[in-house]
């Protein structure tokens, strides 16, 4: 007995010390009812491709509208092998190249997560999915900048080296751990579901593939109608569904911060597409349903960076002061006369750029008072623009310059801009030998 005494007083210091071990390591397990959010918003963001395609399809003649909606279809099979093969590793891996992308071999066709459970108690799994999403959406949006225009063999090659060389550095920059930008600053440069990441990125992509290949033949002397408004406007509503997925998601929770996030989305929303509407009768005493769906994103894609700090009453400021400005800069784009054919960038790129920089001035004092302990004592609202400014000028830098350079290589070898008479039959016959509504006469 005695034996056993001691031997137990001996083992004891080794006792205390495996369980304050085991109390100090964090519990891994899944959280049914976060996975079951996170498993929700991946579908829904899923839901936007598709979205996407009936709203850009709608927009386009009847001629390209297969063509068109194409672009998004193969955005989801193209990055939809890219992104477990590379573009996971890539983004979210640890730094290399001086933080300049991640990588890590295991992360390679996803193969070293298969058992992992992230601290937010989802399956790693699920977050790779998630994101895969949004690395699917972008590259798409920047399609509406040269529809009518493009081969899709060379557009397929574009958007593949897109996503490695522009998309997942500036992933990684954001929303990495270890990235530059998510530590810039008291607390990071703000980014809660892409302003940068998804909609700088690809709106100013937009705007320099536009420039760069040149009009439409015909345009802007020859009036170019939408052919299928009722298709826009069912595609913005599925865009907006999706988009609670889109912000909500990206709290990688279920808690305060997903109600938050997808609250100031509906406001954002719907101040944006009345914004518009007041617009459009002071102007022309008529508000048009291509108008309410500009309004609906312009509100959704301001809101997009500033989801995870702003309240309703900033969520409605950011959505109204969007449309304003992304409808002025459709004003000028019709005045400079460049053809960014369904205006990704005065959309996507401007309100990009008014919701990263503009969510500054409407921060709940929570966050301002978190940023400021993180400081030292002290935080400033201009303090925090200067980070955000930084890292959209970073985003549009190098969005503008390393985009141009794919563009260049790609149109010199496989080719990018159809040729006159592919144009004028259309891409639907030129490029997928179909036709989408198996009319004549297409316009």
Not at 186 to 199: E, L, Q
Not at 297 to 316: D, M
Request: glycine share 12%; charged share 10%; with cysteine.
């Amino acid at each position: 007995m005695r034996k056993r005494m001691v031997t137990a007083l001996l083992m004891l210091p080794f006792l205390m010390q495996v369980s304050a071990t085991a109390a100090a390591a964090p519990e891994v397990y899944t959280d049914s009812g976060t996975t079951s959010w996170m498993l929700t918003s991946t579908a829904l963001v899923l839901l936007m491709i598709p979205g996407l395609a009936m709203f850009y399809g709608g927009l386009v003649r009847t001629k390209n509208v297969i063509g068109t909606m194409m672009h998004s279809f193969g955005a989801m099979v193209i990055i939809g092998v890219l992104w477990p093969m590379v573009g996971y590793a890539l983004s979210f891996g640890p730094g290399v190249l001086g933080g300049f992308v991640g990588w890590d071999s295991k992360y390679f066709m996803l193969q070293g997560i298969d058992e992992s459970i992230l601290s937010s108690h989802i399956p790693e799994y699920v977050f790779a999915m998630f994101q895969g999403k949004f690395a699917i959406i972008t590259p798409a949006l920047i399609a509406g900048a040269f529809a009518e225009r493009v081969n899709f063999r060379g557009y397929a090659l574009f958007i593949a080296l897109w996503s490695i060389i522009v998309y997942s550095p500036i992933c990684h920059w954001v929303w990495a751990s270890d990235g530059f930008l998510f530590n810039l600053g008291a607390a990071g440069a703000i980014d809660f579901a892409g302003g940068t990441v998804v909609h700088i990125s690809s709106g100013v992509t937009a705007l320099v593939a536009a420039l760069y290949l040149g009009s439409r033949r015909g345009y802007p002397r020859n009036v170019m109608h939408p052919n299928n408004l009722v298709m826009t406007l069912t595609g913005a509503g599925l865009l907006w569904v999706g988009w609670f997925g889109f912000n909500a998601g990206s709290a990688i929770a279920s808690d305060l911060a997903t109600a938050r996030a997808l609250t100031v989305t509906q406001v954002s929303a719907a101040a944006g597409a009345f914004t518009w509407m007041v617009i459009e009768m002071l102007q022309h005493r008529k508000a048009t349903s291509l108008g309410v769906a500009s309004g609906i994103l312009a509100g959704l894609v301001a809101i997009t960076p500033a989801a995870g700090v702003v309240q309703p009453s900033g969520a409605f400021a950011l959505g109204a002061l969007a449309s304003i400005v992304c409808y002025s800069a459709i004003l000028i784009k019709n005045k400079m006369g460049y053809d960014d054919s369904l205006d990704a960038f005065g959309v996507h790129g401007v309100g990009g750029i008014v919701g990263a920089l503009a969510l500054v001035f409407f921060i709940r004092p929570a966050w301002m008072a978190d940023a400021a302990e993180k400081a030292g004592g002290s935080w400033t609202v201009m303090q925090q623009l200067g980070v955000q400014a930084t890292a959209v000028g970073i985003t549009v830098v190098y969005a503008a310059i390393v985009s141009l350079l794919i563009l260049v290589l790609i149109d010199k070898t496989v080719g990018l801009r159809i040729s006159e008479n592919d144009e004028m039959s259309g891409l639907d016959h030129s490029m997928h030998g179909e036709h989408g509504y198996g009319l004549i006469n297409l316009n």
